[in-house]
């Protein structure tokens, strides 16, 4: 549990699971970033 007796969050814990939620859309941006980028750039151009 994140919540010990008294009501207070153990901060370590929920900073790790943040981390690790967030490392995989990261990872996922990181890999398409080229193709991300050429389609907001050619995006304004029309053939």
């Keep these: 549990m994140f919540l010990t007796n ?9 900073f790790a ?3 690790l ?3 995989p859309v990261l990872i996922v941006f990181v890999i ?3 193709h ?6 050619t995006q ?4």
Excluded: N
Excluded at 6 to 14: A, D, P, Q, V
Excluded at 44 to 47: L, P, S, V
């Design 32 to 34: 398409f970033q080229r």
């Design 21 to 23: 939620s967030v490392i």
């Design 17 to 19: 699971m943040s981390i």
């Design 36 to 41: 991300l980028v050429e389609g907001i750039a």
């Design 6 to 14: 008294k009501g207070t969050s153990e901060w370590g814990e929920l």
């Design 44 to 47: 304004g151009r029309k053939g």
